[in-house]
């Protein structure tokens, strides 16, 4: 009898040990490749030795679910399945890190018998690391993420003509760059900028307050430009701004930071171009700037100003004036921006 019961203590301590459950229910979002090229967005939330979720890849952002199990040696296997609960016969395998803050391994495609790898890992909320992120969300703001989808090299010279010497990490045909030269999408445009970046130029005009009806190519548009930083709580996303009504040019290019969700952290402008003139004045004004891989951005601001003058008897003449600018900034790891030093 005290055999008997040995040989049951012993097999369920095997079972135990095997299925490592854990101690409290998790909930992580994941951001990687597949065969380094497609990139994904997942879902996972953990309940002792059982696992489910879901993936999308993120140019569809159609949700494909998965179920899983935990095992032993931080061992995950993951397979997808319908709607209906039934398997599908693609399947991940492999290990997880500790605070589950990466997953490493293959995805098979059992149709094809192919083998392809499979690297994420775990994105946060830019104020706290423990706060679970809106999976709808994320997903939201990847339709805006994926007008970015073009990567640069860093460290990088912003000019508003930066457009034409990108170095791009990947080659893009012809009908590529024409539709990443695209105007953004309205709605897009202004739930992330409009709505949220808090930036008057310097005349009277708010060129982020764009209207419905005044956005058109004639008049304002945005553009994508690309993506210049990726952490795990927040993106930097460049974005270019032109505006020609006939009386003003102006043409800027920003450094937007967001966390997954598409909040808004920070934003810093890099390079601008502005000629505005009224009856009595001419002012012109351009930045440039340098970004480093280590976040350090160098701004440098010449302004240049005219103004008309007329003294009592009627006389004009104009007085000009001219000053620089260097402005350094330093991002954060929170994805927000710090004024470091203002030196004219």
Same mark, same amino acid.
């Given at each position: 009898m005290i055999k008997n019961l040995l040989l049951l203590f012993l097999f369920c301590c095997t079972i135990a040990l095997k299925a490592q459950p854990t101690d409290s229910t998790r909930t992580q979002c994941y951001k990687g490749k597949i065969d380094g090229k497609y990139s994904i967005t997942m879902q996972l939330k953990i309940v002792g030795s059982r696992c489910e979720g879901r993936y999308y890849y993120d140019k569809y952002r159609q949700d494909i679910l998965l179920i899983g199990a935990i095992e032993a040696n931080?061992?995950?296997? @993951?397979?997808?399945?319908?709607?209906?609960?039934?398997?599908?016969?693609?399947?991940?395998?492999?290990? /997880?890190?500790?605070?589950?803050?990466? #997953?490493?391994?293959? $995805?098979?495609?059992? !149709?094809?018998?192919?083998?392809?790898? @499979?690297?994420?890992?775990?994105? /946060? +909320?830019?104020?706290?690391?423990?706060?679970? #992120?809106?999976?709808?969300?994320?997903?939201?703001?990847?339709? $805006?993420?994926?007008?970015?989808d073009l990567e640069v090299d860093l460290p990088l010279r912003v000019t508003t003509e930066t457009t034409m010497n990108w170095k791009w990490k990947k080659k893009y045909n012809k009908t590529e760059l024409a539709d990443f030269e695209a105007f953004l999408p309205y709605i897009l445009a202004k739930q992330f900028v409009m709505q949220q970046v808090d930036f008057v130029s310097v005349s009277n005009y708010n /060129?982020?307050?764009?209207? %419905?009806?005044?956005?058109?190519?004639?008049?304002? *548009?945005?553009?994508?430009?690309?993506? &210049?930083? %990726? %952490?795990?709580?927040?993106?930097? =996303?460049?974005?270019? #701004?032109? &505006?020609?009504?006939? $009386?003003?040019?102006? *043409? +800027?290019?920003?450094? @937007? !930071? /967001?966390?997954?969700?598409?909040? =808004? =952290?920070?934003?810093? #402008?890099? +390079?601008q171009s502005i000629d505005t003139q009224t009856k009595d004045s001419h002012y012109v004004e351009n930045t440039t700037s340098l970004v480093a891989a280590n976040g350090v951005i160098s701004t440098t601001v010449t302004i240049q100003k005219s103004n008309l003058n007329r003294n009592k008897a009627g006389v004009e003449d104009y007085s000009n004036s001219s000053k620089e600018q260097e402005i350094h900034s330093i991002l954060q790891p929170t994805g927000s921006f710090a004024k470091q030093e203002i030196s004219q």
């Open positions: 931080q061992k995950i296997v @993951l397979q997808e399945i319908d709607n209906k609960g039934n398997l599908v016969g693609n399947n991940f395998e492999g290990t /997880y890190s500790d605070n589950w803050s990466s #997953l490493e391994g293959f $995805w098979q495609e059992q !149709t094809n018998n192919k083998r392809f790898d @499979l690297s994420v890992q775990a994105i /946060y +909320a830019a104020a706290d690391s423990n706060q679970i #992120l809106n999976f709808e969300k994320v997903r939201r703001f990847q339709a $805006w993420f994926n007008a970015f /060129y982020w307050q764009i209207l %419905r009806q005044d956005y058109n190519p004639i008049e304002v *548009h945005y553009q994508s430009i690309g993506q &210049v930083f %990726r %952490r795990q709580n927040f993106v930097g =996303l460049l974005l270019q #701004l032109e &505006v020609d009504n006939g $009386w003003e040019k102006y *043409h +800027a290019i920003c450094l @937007l !930071t /967001y966390d997954y969700e598409g909040n =808004l =952290l920070g934003n810093v #402008l890099l +390079a």
